[in-house]
């Protein structure tokens, strides 16, 4: 076993760590976005209340959620030893620098868009998950997400996060499978695509929701706001 | 196409490689526009040796793109602003009159100056040391068709053995990270029935001695595939992952 683990000491096995938990919390923010969505079943947030007590009460998802804490943590700890470590890899660094001739921004500043997202993520836990899981609020979980994005600023600020997670997975899913060596010529693109699809997906889709909750569109605000459970 | 351009060279000076170093600009008028960028760094040589300077030390050997000697980041890319080349094979008709070329020695801890524009790479000698081989008995050379390799691997490694160690990816990779030459010398002995026996012990030894030289860790941010003068893909990064996932599963 410790045997085993040593492979993840290396420079290769610390980015399969990176790849292997980025792709696991991919994986759930798709059960994220899913969850979201029910809120826009028009039905006063009924829906998504149930769904997130479902949640709740469940035992694997209990546990699946004590995974993907775990997930989050060790992918910022990896994160941030990869970049302290590659830092030192160049003490000296070029007075002249075209970088842009051969790589994208956003690829080589991922630990700069992680730290943004870790912020942003401190700021959404501390809205919706503390008060709700820790604390034991007694309203409902529909109801502060839809007077949360009342505030322009949050809603602003909501948007801006996910737009940077976007960009951050569109290089992140097509790295992790490189790094897991899931790569060749023939999947290459097809891989590049899937990951912007998908980075797309989740962007669009997440920020939709503050976008949608601010305006009132089509009263999807005022349709949680005004009821009472 | 102008015959002869003016240059200002802005040229890394380090004595040693405790030196902290810094830049010198040099005038370079008249410089032909078909000579090489070497030829060039011999012209700016001759004049800072008939003036009793020290002349500027720099890296070349075969001077015709296959000995991977030549190593300058020249105005902020590795061998030059020209795709798939060395800079012995860059010519000065790709610089304008009146331009600053800023040139650097490459930049990572594990390639320390020794002097001016040469780096130590000994860190890949290391690595080759460590596992860029096979292990045959001798004794008379087998017939040449005695093994059969598919043409599409045989291609494959041998896209990966054009790898020439010339250190462009390091210099290249924020990370100075050497993944990419460390990538084609293992995928060039994966893919062939000559690697096989030492495959698995080949590939954990020479990342191991790839991290102890203190080369970064790849974040496949592509820089390297980009500027290698022998545009090797980055596939065989991910081969190599493949192999070493491979081995660390199955060792012990
Ligand atoms: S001097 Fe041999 S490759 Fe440039």
């Not at chain 1, 010529?185 to 797309?200: E, M, N, P, R, V």
Request: include cysteine; hydrophobic fraction near 45%.
């Amino acid at each position: 076993m410790i045997a085993s683990l040593r492979m993840f000491y290396s420079s290769v096995g610390r980015k399969l760590v990176m790849a292997m938990t980025g792709l696991f919390l991919c994986f759930f923010l798709l059960e994220h976005l899913y969850g979201n969505l029910l809120l826009y079943k028009m039905d006063g947030g009924k829906a998504f209340n149930e769904y997130g007590e479902f949640l709740v009460g469940n035992i694997i998802i209990r546990t699946v959620e004590f995974a993907l804490f775990g997930g989050i943590i060790l992918h910022i700890i990896d994160g941030l030893y990869l970049t302290y470590s590659n830092k030192k890899a160049r003490p000296v660094r070029y007075a002249v620098n075209q970088q842009s001739k051969n790589s994208t921004w956003f690829s080589r500043n991922m630990g700069l868009t992680g730290s943004v997202i870790f912020i942003f993520l401190v700021v959404h836990l501390r809205t919706f998950f503390v008060p709700h899981r820790i604390l034991g609020a007694e309203s409902s979980m529909a109801h502060d997400v839809a007077s949360a994005f009342q505030s322009g600023m949050y809603a602003s600020l909501y948007v801006a996060a996910m737009l940077l997670l976007g960009a951050h997975l569109n290089h992140g899913f097509q790295s992790a499978f490189q790094t897991l060596g899931w790569n060749n010529h023939k999947y290459a693109s097809a891989i590049k695509t899937a990951g912007t699809l998908y980075a797309l997906l989740i962007a669009l889709g997440f920020s939709s929701f503050p976008i949608f909750f601010h305006f009132d569109i089509m009263g999807v605000a005022s349709n949680i706001l005004h009821t009472t459970l | 196409m102008a015959e002869s351009i003016n240059l200002k060279l802005k040229i890394w000076r380090q004595r040693n490689t405790k030196d902290s170093g810094h830049f010198e600009t040099y005038d370079m008028p008249g410089v032909s526009t078909h000579m090489s960028f070497l030829e060039m760094m011999d012209v700016l040589n001759d004049r800072l040796i008939r003036d009793g300077k020290d002349p500027v030390a720099f890296d070349h050997d075969c001077r015709e793109g296959i000995c991977g000697m030549c190593s300058m980041y020249i105005n902020g890319r590795a061998h030059g602003p020209l795709k798939g080349t060395t800079t012995c094979q860059l010519h000065m008709r790709h610089f304008s009159d009146g331009e600053t070329i800023t040139i650097e020695p490459w930049r990572a801890s594990a390639f320390p100056v020794i002097k001016d524009l040469v780096v130590n790479r000994s860190a890949f000698d290391k690595i080759i040391a460590a596992g860029g081989y096979i292990s045959v008995n001798t004794g008379n050379a087998p017939d040449a068709n005695s093994l059969p390799v598919e043409k599409v691997k045989a291609d494959e490694a041998f896209d990966a053995a054009a790898c020439i160690g010339c250190g462009a990816c390091v210099a290249t990779c924020k990370n100075a990270s050497g993944m990419l030459f460390l990538s084609a010398k293992v995928s060039h002995l994966a893919l062939l029935p000559q690697g096989e026996p030492e495959r698995k012990e080949r590939v954990m030894r020479m990342i191991d001695a790839h991290d102890e030289a203190g080369l970064g860790s790849c974040t496949n941010t592509g820089a390297c595939e980009a500027e290698c003068p022998k545009e090797i893909s980055i596939s065989h990064i991910a081969r190599l992952n493949r192999e070493y996932l491979r081995a660390g599963m199955s060792q012990e």
